[in-house]
T-cell receptor, first 114, second 111 residues
Framework: DAGVTQSPTHLIKTRGQQVTLRCSPK?????VSWYQQALGQGPQFIFQ???????QRGNFPDRFSGHQFPNYSSELNVNALLLGDSALYLC?????????????FGPGTRLTVL | GESVGLHLPTLSVQEGDNSIINCAYS??????FIWYKQESGKGPQFIID?????DKRQGQRVTVLLNKTVKHLSLQIAATQPGDSAVYFC??????????FGTGTRLTVIP
């Protein structure tokens, strides 16, 4: 049973560019959440997707957008990259039910903005 | 607003000793808490969870205690092993299933 997978593992971009990160949830999970983890900090919630719609959003600007596909996989897009966007981007999946609050994380994508 | 914080940023213990990692939370309405372990270069790994209608929950070598009166959470690791060295986060569930994390405690196990 595959866990949560993310691609790419590492990415280097320059300021002003755009980036797309990808996530495949754990088998049987239909809810995907994205988090940003700066160095030495805890993960910060970006947004959550369920049934192909953004269900919740954290305190992140509109430059951060996402998408969920019918197979429950998800993408995180960041436009007009800033140096401060350098971080580990984590995807977590859950089964979306009342008893399915436990979120399982992927290994993350390390984004470096130069 | 909600905040989840940890009392100590670092903790060093001797191999074989018990470890206790503490966490304070501010949202009294939070009803679900999770401890995660994060090793270098990896995503957070689920350790154990507890709901607000419980005071204690035990897993394999780990115990989570919840004190709702003082809004305090702790993770106890029995017979700490070198493989337990990592950063430990407590997180609370707020609203519809998004996690609020604290800064983390780095546990170092001394052989």
């Amino acid at each position: 049973d595959a866990g949560v997978t993310q691609s790419p593992t590492h990415l280097i971009k320059t300021r002003g560019q755009q980036v797309t990160l990808r996530c495949s949830p754990k088998s049987g999970h239909d809810t995907v959440s994205w988090y940003q983890q700066a160095l030495g900090q805890g993960p910060q919630f970006i947004f959550q997707y369920y049934e192909e719609e953004e269900r919740q959003r954290g305190n992140f600007p509109d430059r951060f957008s996402g998408h969920q596909f019918p197979n429950y996989s998800s993408e995180l897009n960041v436009n007009a990259l800033l140096l401060g966007d350098s971080a580990l981007y984590l995807c977590a999946s859950s089964d979306g039910t009342a008893n399915g609050d436990t979120q399982y994380f992927g290994p993350g994508t390390r984004l470096t903005v130069l | 607003g909600e905040s989840v914080g940890l009392h100590l940023p670092t903790l060093s213990v001797q191999e074989g000793d018990n470890s206790i990692i503490n966490c304070a939370y501010s949202n009294s309405a939070s009803d679900y808490f999770i401890w995660y372990k994060q090793e270098s270069g990896k995503g957070p790994q689920f350790i154990i969870d507890i709901r607000s209608n419980m005071d204690k929950r035990q897993g394999q070598r780990v115990t989570v205690l919840l004190n709702k009166t003082v809004k305090h959470l702790s993770l106890q690791i029995a017979a700490t092993q070198p493989g337990d060295s990592a950063v430990y986060f407590c997180a609370e569930i707020s609203g519809a299933n998004n996690l609020f994390f604290g800064t983390g405690t780095r546990l170092t196990v001394i052989p």
